[in-house]
């Protein structure tokens, strides 16, 4: 399995990919490269910014908010990307990281980073809480 995944973890990552239909990112089954589907590069994003005891709970808010899809758009277009960030909600956070537009918020570095930032603040509730 994926070294990003801490042992006492794995059975509840297997569990919750399978059920996601993305178990063959892991364990034995081959492994799609980050670029091969934008969920690969979601998850990869996910991956790449959040710590590994809140792992698997990121993967299941983005995998609600927007099905793993980068470029998920809803609110009339407001919530943006993997973990629907709230653009106008939100835009003295984004802007104090440094993002200028909107689109940047369809990166999913960005958009987890951004994620991430409001889970330090608020917890999970901008989500509506636990996922």
Known sequence: MASFIP???RPAAIALLA???LAGL???APRLLASDTPQAD???AIRQVWPAEHLLSAIQV???ESGLTPTARGCGGDCIGL???HYTANRRLIASMGIETSEELL???VNSTV?????RQAGWTPWSGQP
């Open 26 to 28: 892991v364990g034995g």
């Open 107 to 109: 990166d999913p570095v």
């Open 115 to 119: 994620a991430y930032r409001l889970f």
């Open 42 to 44: 979601a998850l990869d």
């Open 7 to 9: 042992r006492r973890l």
């Open 83 to 85: 973990f629907q960030i």
């Open 62 to 64: 983005a995998y609600k």
């Open 19 to 21: 059920s996601l239909g």
